[in-house]
Each structure stands twice: as structure tokens, then as C-alpha cells.
């Protein structure tokens, strides 16, 4: 049961999907429930993922693709694009730490943030029209993997680094906190169980999708060396950052890798 209620503790904190009352909450909670990241995203990219499809059988793809990016930045209120921006403005440039950490407090866009978020949501969006021309099915795999891929590479800079900001007043204090090895494991044991199911749903694409796992891990590792030497460990931004770039990894290394193994 207390499992459960990790679960839908990490739904809460990322999401605007409603739990229910009894789950409670505890602020040591909110560290513990890191392991279920990756779930959350199976959520996040599992209702992108039915929206596309839905708008496929109404609307151009273009249009269905604005549609499944549009359902998931509503349901978890732009957390991770805002993290995002933040982090591109924060270390766009070169500043101190101590400016870089500065500047991920003022909630002002500047114009690394805003060129941040432009490339990348735009990126994704012809990303995702290529793969729909290529195959949708795959499309909604490739969805829901990244979702799940990404939301376990900020876990594993929870693990990997010390926090890089004041913790004493961290927004989510708990998050400041050096996850467990067996959190760790948890959350990846997640992403290779995603994997298993989109190789059953999709066999004739498992190539991509092991390209994906090795592209994933290599961005993460070089979000961990980046921001170990820029900031000497993570903020909450950069892990939202993070999530957004292994995402867009993941969704180009399928559009990459897809004609070469085309289907059946």
C-alpha cells in the first residue's frame, strides 16, 4: 500500500491528475517517490500518446501532432519546459556558478530560454510528424518510451550528484535529497519493462528502441559530467532540463533508426 501511495504522490507532484484523499501526504514522501518517475511518465506520455491517435482519425498530422504535444505540457503544467528554459538561460552562457544559480531563481524567460524552448518543442514536433509519416503505432511507442526514459534520467542524477543549491530552501526540499541504490533501481527497472512491452506491441522495432536505451543513457551521463562541472551538482530546473533532452533523444534516435528497420 505504501508503494501505491508513493505512486500517486509522484502523479500529484507532476501532474494535474486528481489522487485520492486518502493518499496524504509526508514531506520525506516526496523523496522516496522518486522511483515512480518513470511511471508518471508512462501516464504523461500513455494520454499524449491516445490523443494522438484520436486527432489522427479528425485531423491532418500535423494538427495531431499539436494536439499530443498540447495534452502533454497541459497535464503537467509546462514543469519540465519551464525547467527547461530556466536552465538554458542559467547556463547558456558563461557565468559563475553562483550566477548561473542566480539566474535559475528569477522566474523572468530570458533569451536563451526562450531560443531553448523554441529548438526543442519545435524539434519534437517534426520529430514526431516524421515518425507518424513513417508509421503511427511506432509514433505512439516512441511516445510513451521517451516519456518513461526521460523521467528516469533525473533519477539518476538524484542518485549520481549532490544537490547544487541552497537545500534549506529548496522549493521541494525532500527532492534535495541523494536517492537510494534501490530507488535506483526501481525506476530503471521501469524503463526495461517498458521496453519489453513496446517489443511486444512492435517486435519488428526493437532495434530502435535499443539505440534509444544506448542514446538515453549517453545524454544523461553527459547531463551528469555538464552539470557536475558547471554547478558541482543538479538543481530542480536542470533535472527538468534533463527530462526534455532525453526525451528529444529518444524520439530522434526512432525517427533515425526507423527506416532502417522498416516493418513487415
Known amino acids: 500500500m505504501h508503494q501505491v501511495r508513493l505512486f500517486f504522490v509522484a502523479l500529484q507532484f507532476f501532474t494535474r491528475v486528481p489522487v485520492p484523499r486518502w493518499v496524504g501526504f509526508e514531506p520525506a514522501w516526496l523523496q522516496q517517490c522518486a522511483r515512480y518517475f518513470p511511471l508518471v511518465g508512462a501516464v504523461i506520455g500513455g494520454f499524449s500518446a491516445l490523443v494522438l491517435w484520436g486527432a489522427l482519425q479528425l485531423f491532418p498530422a500535423t494538427v495531431a501532432v499539436g494536439l499530443a504535444m498540447a495534452a502533454s505540457v497541459w497535464l503537467t503544467g509546462g514543469f519540465h519546459e519551464d525547467g527547461l528554459a530556466d536552465s538554458c538561460d542559467a547556463l547558456g552562457g558563461s557565468v559563475s556558478r553562483e550566477k548561473a544559480l542566480a539566474i535559475m531563481k528569477d522566474s523572468r524567460i530570458g533569451s536563451y530560454g526562450a531560443l531553448g524552448l523554441i529548438l526543442v518543442l519545435g524539434l519534437k514536433a517534426t520529430v ?19 516519456h518513461v526514459a526521460s523521467r528516469a534520467a533525473p533519477v539518476w542524477l538524484l542518485h549520481a550528484l549532490p544537490y547544487a543549491g541552497d537545500a534549506e530552501h ?31 506491441i512492435t517486435p519488428e522495432n526493437v ?19 555538464m ?27 526512432f525517427l533515425a533508426m526507423a527506416p532502417l528497420f522498416p516493418a513487415d
Open 128 to 146: 514526431l510528424l516524421g515518425l507518424v509519416d513513417i508509421d503511427p503505432v511506432l509514433t505512439m511507442v516512441a511516445i510513451v518510451w521517451a
Open 170 to 200: 529548496a522549493k521541494a526540499k525532500p527532492l534535495a535529497m541523494q536517492i537510494s541504490g534501490p530507488g535506483l533501481a526501481i525506476a530503471l527497472a521501469l524503463v526495461v519493462l517498458a521496453t519489453i512491452a513496446g517489443a511486444w
Open 207 to 225: 532495434p530502435e528502441m535499443l539505440a534509444a536505451v544506448v542514446v538515453s543513457a549517453g545524454l544523461t551521463f553527459y547531463m551528469q559530467s
Open 227 to 253: 552539470l557536475e562541472r558547471r554547478l558541482n551538482g543538479y538543481t530542480g530546473d536542470t533535472l527538468g532540463a534533463t527530462q526534455q533532452i532525453v526525451e528529444l533523444g529518444a524520439l530522434l534516435t
